[in-house]
């Protein structure tokens, strides 16, 4: 029985590739027990595909199994159709949404002390309204709950603390989505594990934030430049993958998405307009940066949104309509979320923070 259960997971595997995790052996002709290479154990049910490349990351490497996790999530790709149909484990998914906490927490940050850089702690800080011109005090009510608010907020590690806070909670926020109803424990674990990859596109704001702080310490003709070839490369790549994916559904003769090459070349068109529409506006080339990046950021938390809606529909087969309304209650979750760690939090910091130096 074992022999049947080897052979049929070979046969599905004829006309490609069929790697060892571990060192990258062609196991197709192999019907043992262990790769002819290297001697790893041959697990047939993990070779036959479905699964996030995260879980094979102790063959493959962490580094290169989270950049195609990343990568395959954020794209849609077909190799995970059947991974909501799947059992996974949930200490790998929450390691998974780990490390993507932990990248949208160093851009935040990074953001963070950049700005104070610039502008010091002044933009957080409540201050009264001036004596001259004469203006009426602010209500009792204002001044109780942005005094203390305030002395908590400008206290300097408060701000990268709650950022980090916020990064980890909007990267496993999502699993209350995916919460099956199911008593099973084992499919409970499997939809909280996928609500942890489904967060995959936030990774894309650590590149986004890269560009962000190497462009505020650059000069104008510095960014006028970075920005004509940065984007014309970034135009004509896009508009090329989308051919070379056509062509190789056609050399491969496989079923193409038929929208995925024009939306590709309208995409690539799209970043030339942006490059150079804006300057109809008279908007300085220079200034420009800031918009693209802004919107890019925002494509970002976009195709985030989708990913987890696409991926909660998969797990807990949703209609249209019922996947719609996740998007309000995955927004709901982050504002909760937001308003406790940065509106509640830092008033109960920075009221014991007042509390404590009355009594010095």
């Known amino acids: 029985m074992g ?3 080897q052979t049929r997971g070979i046969a599905e595997a004829v006309g490609e ?14 019907a043992g027990d262990r790769c002819s290479e290297c001697g790893w154990e041959i697990d047939r049910e993990l070779l036959k595909g479905g699964w996030f490349p995260w879980e094979r990351r102790r063959y493959r490497g962490r580094f290169v199994s989270y950049v195609k996790t990343v990568w395959q999530v954020s794209v849609g790709s077909k190799r995970l159709a059947d991974a909501a149909g799947r059992a996974h484990g949930l200490a790998d998914g929450r390691a998974f949404a780990r490390v993507t906490g932990a990248i949208v927490a160093i851009v935040v940050v990074g953001l963070f002390f950049l700005i104070m850089r610039d502008e010091g702690m002044r933009w957080l800080a409540f201050e009264p309204k001036p004596t001259w011109p004469p203006q009426p005090p602010w209500p009792v009510w204002v001044e109780n709950l942005a005094v203390p608010w305030s002395a908590g907020a400008t206290l ?11 990064a980890f909670f909007a990267a ?15 499919v409970a674990e499997s939809s909280e594990a996928i609500a942890c990859y489904a967060t995959a596109p936030m990774a894309w704001l650590l590149p986004v934030g890269v560009v962000i702080a190497g462009l505020r310490g650059a000069d104008g003709v ?3 430049g970075f920005m004509v070839v940065g984007l014309s490369i970034a135009a004509v790549v896009v508009g090329l993958f989308g051919i070379v994916v056509r062509v190789r559904h056609a050399v491969k003769r496989t079923k193409p998405n038929i ?21 109809e506006l008279g908007w300085a080339l220079r200034d420009r940066w800031k ?4 919107v890019a950021a925002a494509c970002v938390a976009l195709l985030t949104m989708i990913r987890i809606v696409q991926w909660g529909a998969r797990v807990r087969h949703w209609g249209a309509a019922r996947a719609l309304l996740a998007v309000p209650h995955l927004l709901g979750i982050w504002l909760v979320g937001g308003v406790f760690l940065f509106g509640v939090l830092p008033w109960v910091i920075g009221f014991i923070w007042i509390v404590v130096d009355s009594f010095r």
């Open 3 to 5: 022999e049947r259960l």
């Open 17 to 30: 590739g069929l790697p060892c995790l571990k060192c990258g052996y062609d196991l197709r002709a192999n």
């Open 156 to 166: 300097l590690a408060v701000g990268p603390l709650l950022l980090a806070a916020f």
């Open 172 to 186: 496993r926020a999502p699993r209350r989505l995916f919460a099956a109803k199911n008593p099973d424990s084992a």
């Open 222 to 224: 510095a960014v006028e």
């Open 259 to 279: 929208w995925f090459m024009p939306a590709m070349l309208l995409a690539g068109v799209l970043i030339y307009l942006i490059l150079f529409g804006l300057s």
């Open 291 to 294: 918009v693209i990046l802004g």
